[in-house]
């Protein structure tokens, strides 16, 4: 048994699967033996759980644990995560890493953070969730990881495995415990969440799971919603869309993973789609759920990226439905087909096309949330600040609710009628009005 409490800082870089991986590892953190803290300066220890999608998650996973040894020479650090699969050695290199731990084993990150791992059986009813032990009111919950497509640019099959799924029963477990322990939204995620059940025996869908998930959410008094993460185009199936419809719990904000807007581009990268497919599948999203939010990313200056090729992905964007844009520069990662590839694009080259696109899906999320003014929106309170509480609807607008009394963590309705930039302004409730409009 650990004789006094510890404080750890944590710091979780990268994706949506890799924040429920650090929960996985705050889960197994006795809350009487560990205190999660803001800041480094409070921390006995550091656990910083790592990203190696990009050469950039690579230096700043170096960068942090530089400027940790400079600024807190005697500050241990724990290092786990996706890079220690990669850059291992490296990281090792830095003299206040205490120790490097690969990814899938909280015991043993619980164990070198000082403390006694706690099992299923220590967690009670009341127990706090990870999530809000690190201050989040959204919580995520991954039901999938791996991935057995072989993008030629992509290095997570080979850090993350093949495709695995939690099986249907478990996941639904898994999301009411969450609901249970007071967060009212959910985000279900996966390294390749559309290929969900695949694995399993019998194999089941995502579709099958979203109906085992549907009377968690409706047998429930409050109000709690699901928010999907990424969905490949290919496997945005007619029940899918069909179940979603009827599913009201569902939050309308829909990521289809686009890369390049030309069809020569998506075959190197070894994408199983046509721009063509992409464009009818957001445009038949669109028609089924017209409020939603629908977003992109756009890997810009792949090796054999024309000026003709770059121009059609920004042609593809400008004339789609599409929200907004997460754009990512070309990243050559070691073991991958495309780092061996020819024909690279001039770094000044993939600068300018990344601003260009950048720039398109600036003005596409300026039209959404002027989109969103003057209707009813379902809030879910994530912070409270000088300018009032703030959080994002189901369709991912910023909004803010001067003049509300509201906590953090609840999901509240208001009708907005200002935009500031990017933040839509919610009606005081003495004026909010009851006039229908259909929520986004």
Known sequence: MIASRRNIFVRSLGCKVNLADAAAM????????V????????????LLNTCTVTHKADRDVRKILGSLARSHPDLPVVVTGCGVKTCADRIRSFANVLTVIPPGDPEAVARALG???VGPADLTPSSISPFARLGRRRAFAKVQDGCDARCTYCVVPRVRGPQRSTPVADAGRLVADLLRRGHREVVLTGIHLGRYGVDLTPAATLADLLQDLAPVFESRAEECRLRLSSIEPLEWTDRLISDIESHRFVCRHFHVPLQSGDDGVLARMCRPYSAGDYIR????LQRHFPWAALGADVLVGFPGESDRAARRTLELVRSSPLAYLHVFTFSARPGTEAAAMDERVPPEVVRDRAARLRRVGDEHWRRFVEAGRGKRHRVLVESVGESGPEGRSGTFRRIRLPGHDVDQGEIVEVRTDE??????LARPPDIAGEDPCAPA
């Not at 705050?26 to 033996?33: A, R, S, T, Y």
């Not at 205190?35 to 550091?46: E, F, H, K």
């Open 26 to 33: 705050i889960e197994h953190l006795h809350e009487d033996q």
């Open 35 to 46: 205190r999660l803290v803001s800041a480094p300066d409070l921390a006995d220890v550091v």
């Open 115 to 117: 403390a006694d791992p």
């Open 281 to 284: 599948v957001v445009e038949r």
């Open 419 to 424: 935009r500031k930039d990017d933040v839509l």
